[in-house]
């Protein structure tokens, strides 16, 4: 059978090119990016045609039916445009839906719900005079708490949570993006469309290893080259200069000295080894022993700052490392108080040699 031509497809459909309409091959839905918020012919491929890659961000899909299921509801309906009759998404299978031309109608934005357009549609509508209240008297400042905690949350799901876990928590730190640009669109500063230029731009020009011709040997000349990028950057932005200027002043203790030595360490300000920094550890740790009251602050700081390096050199993330001691000792000390309850002892009451012999029972379980 011929192919029809686009405006019999449209007419079939009732549809208004004007209107905005998408047209897809089923065999390119996987690789297409369309979005449900608007009509969705699917229509039948050609025979022996290659196989497109999928598109990124939707490539965990498998084929062209597993992509409509995670785009739109289940019982979503679909009409073939041939023979007038519907059939729900569920029903079709992947030889029935290459067969035919089929309009998938558009889905509102409280049924979008897995396109990037559906949770900005969201979330302006809460933001409308007739939206939630707590909503609209939030600004920028007042969602700092919340966005570091999303933050925070997210890095506990990546370290003991599902994947599931980690999507609902990638989710809520999307919807802090996504809230801090609508609050900018309102005063017509930015929008996401800025948010999403501002990435792509900076993620191409800071990797011209992979968009241009710089050739580099390692991963270390990476770092190197990304700093050299950012310190151009600020020049050419006006912004104030110098290698540390850019590390932010928010930043918690332990990340903020490993952006700042990572950034010398690319200046070549490094130990030649890891034998250095471990000199350098027992140096620090006999001052900080030596040190009078008041110098006590300086020292320690100054060990937990070397003491970061050594992470790097060890290849281990210092901010990671102690909180998996925090983690450690609150699930130790749990399992103290178990003992203890179950052989009816008072934790309190116990001296502290019996309380490490208790510690150290835990601690070989």
């Known amino acids: 059978m011929a192919r029809r031509s686009i405006d019999q497809l449209l007419a079939a459909a009732g549809l208004d090119a004007a209107d905005g309409v998408q047209l897809v091959s089923a065999d390119r839905l996987a690789s297409a990016a369309f979005d449900p918020s608007l009509p969705l012919i699917v229509i039948a491929p050609e025979p022996q045609r290659e196989p497109s890659l999928p598109l990124p961000g939707r ?5 062209a039916l597993a992509i409509l299921a ?4 289940h019982g979503h309906l679909l009409r073939d445009l041939a023979t007038g009759s519907t059939a729900s998404l569920h029903q079709v299978d992947e030889g029935r839906l290459a067969g035919a031309d089929w309009l998938v109608p558009p889905l509102s ?7 990037p357009h559906g949770i900005a549609a969201i979330t302006a509508r809460l933001r409308q005079p007739d939206g939630c209240p707590w909503d609209r008297r939030q600004t920028h400042a007042s969602l700092r708490t919340f966005l570091l905690e999303e933050a925070y949350e997210t890095v506990d799901a990546i370290e003991r949570g599902t994947p599931a876990d980690l999507a609902q928590e990638l989710g809520d730190l999307l919807l802090q993006v996504i809230l801090h640009a609508q609050f900018a669109a309102e005063e017509g500063e930015f929008d ?5 230029r501002s ?3 900076k993620i191409v020009r800071r990797h011209p290893h992979v968009f241009g011709d710089l050739e580099v040997s390692s991963a270390d000349e990476v770092l190197t080259n990304w700093e050299t990028i950012k310190a151009a950057e600020r020049e050419g932005a006006g912004k104030p200069a110098g290698p540390f200027a850019g590390v932010a002043r928010a930043l918690p203790a332990l990340p903020a000295s490993r952006e700042i030595q990572d950034r010398a360490s690319a200046l070549g300000w490094d130990w030649p080894n890891v034998e250095g920094v471990w000199a350098k550890v027992a140096e620090e740790l006999d001052e900080l022993r030596a040190a009078a009251p008041e110098d006590r602050l300086h020292e320690l700081g100054d060990l937990l700052f070397v003491l970061v390096r050594l992470g790097h050199w060890l290849g281990l993330d210092p901010e990671e490392a102690l909180r998996a ?6 699930d130790r000390h749990g399992a103290v108080e178990e003992i203890a309850a179950a052989r009816g002892l008072d934790l309190t009451a116990m001296d502290p040699e019996a309380r490490d012999a208790l510690w150290n029972e835990a601690k070989r379980r």
Do not use: C, E, M, Q
């Open 59 to 63: 490539h965990a899909r498998g084929g």
């Open 70 to 73: 995670a785009l739109y509801p």
């Open 109 to 115: 934005p409280l049924d979008n719900l897995a396109s």
């Open 192 to 196: 996401l469309t800025d948010v999403y």
């Open 199 to 201: 990435i792509a731009t």
């Open 325 to 330: 001691a925090n983690r450690r000792f609150i």
